[in-house]
């Protein structure tokens, strides 16, 4: 076995309007039974997924809020992975009149066209804060914190490689942890450049997609990524690796 774990985005990735359905939690049931193990890496915060997606304890580990909170399902415990946001950034949008306005642990949100006033807001407040987009969704980190550096403190914590992490994803901000695993899978309603840097495509949209992808890890484990015509370079891949993106699906 070489696919050790399937690390995945929540909306638009596993989720539809915000909803699961019943086929793709059976899905993660039996990839989680063939002794694999899940993550999910999301834009949400920790409140909000609880909200709507009640099967959290499927996963492993979930790093929430784009990169900036890690948690553990089985024992409760969140660990923040980046400083909580400045109150005098705050109060400045809200100054500015920047709505709606989410502040969670490390993560502070709004939606496009607030991205001005954000950035005017940290220029002026001279704070090293970064911006990422998500499908007219604008969040924003400490500069170095997004879904790959998440991905990567949740592999430590389980003792996993991310040579054997296969990623899914949607959109612009799922983009940095799925170059961070070894196969970087894009559904079928990714955005074009998401697609076009993926290993593998879903014939499936969304949950559906997931569900397809699923499935062929448990029927083909590595053979399912057929080698592309350039393949990524992961870095610091092993040799067997590259001669496994070399050699494609038999």
Known sequence: MYVTCLATDYDGTLAHDGAVADSTIEALVKFKQSGRKLVMV??????????????????????AENGGLLYDPATKKER?????????????????????????????????????????????????????????????????????????????????????????????????????????????????AVKDEADLVTKGARGDGVEELIHAILEHDVEAFPARAHPRAVAGAPDSLARLRARGSG
């Open 42 to 63: 999301t834009g949400r915060e920790l409140p909000d997924l609880k909200r709507v997606f009640p099967r959290m304890d499927l996963f492993e580990r979930i790093v």
């Open 80 to 192: 923040p992975l980046a400083a909580p946001p400045s109150e005098k950034f705050i109060k400045r949008l809200r100054a500015a009149g920047v709505a709606p306005l989410s502040v969670g642990r490390t993560i502070v949100a709004t939606w496009e066209p607030h991205e001005r006033e954000v950035l005017e807001a940290i220029r002026e407040l001279g704070i090293e804060l970064q911006i990422t987009f998500n499908k007219g969704a604008v969040m924003i980190l400490p500069a170095g914190v997004n879904k790959a550096s998440g991905l990567k403190a949740a592999l430590d914590d389980l003792g996993l490689s991310a040579h054997n992490v296969v990623a899914v994803g949607d959109a612009e901000n799922d983009h940095a942890f799925m170059q961070a695993s070894g196969f970087a899978v894009a559904v079928a309603n990714a955005l074009p």
